[in-house]
């Protein structure tokens, strides 16, 4: 279950942030030319945003940091506030079971028909979504947290490498959104 919500995660967010630096080729970040992409790889490729994300640049991202990302990434069209189509792509895409409720309703607190950064802070408040990045339990995501939170959700089949069906597989959902 953890796998499939931290996939559902992913496939939210990189949809505007790695659009931005993916390879125009599978094999554009294959370093070893073995036909598949390995943490390592993933890292070098992925890293280009880190300090987009990382916004007082100490090399972590606080739960702050972490819930403000993502805000951004359903914020779709960028104006401050989530309304119930993008909530819904993104909860249909990303939350899974991390929202007690996947109802729009119940995170707009004030019912003004948007989700503001303080409605999704206290909707996010109480969920297992950062700790389950934080997989050393220090209150913080390092870069290689992110990464291989995120390269996990990719790799489908365990086998610890991204094949180039997997990567095409995600990448098609990223350049529709």
Aim: net charge negative; charged share 35%; hydrophobic share 35%.
């Amino acid at each position: 279950m953890k796998k499939l919500i931290l996939l559902l995660a992913f496939l939210f967010t990189v949809s505007s942030s790695f659009l931005s630096c993916k390879a125009t080729d599978y094999a554009d970040y294959d370093l070893d030319d073995d036909g598949l992409w390995d943490s390592d790889e993933f890292g070098e490729a992925y890293d280009e945003n880190w300090t987009t994300w990382d916004a007082d640049a100490d090399g972590y991202l606080d739960d702050d940091e972490f819930y403000d990302t993502y805000y951004g990434w359903v914020d779709a069209d960028d104006d401050d506030l989530i309304d119930e189509d993008e909530w819904n792509e993104g909860y249909n895409n990303l939350y899974g079971d991390y929202g007690a409720v996947g109802d729009f309703g119940v995170y707009d607190i004030d019912n003004d028909g948007f989700i503001d950064d303080d409605e999704w802070f206290e909707g996010w408040n109480d969920s297992d979504w950062f700790n389950d990045y934080d997989l050393d339990d220090d209150g913080l995501v390092d870069n290689d947290e992110w990464d291989d939170g995120i390269f996990d959700i990719w790799d489908e089949d365990d086998d610890a490498f991204w094949d180039e069906n997997e990567y095409t597989a995600y990448n098609t959902y990223y350049d529709t959104w």
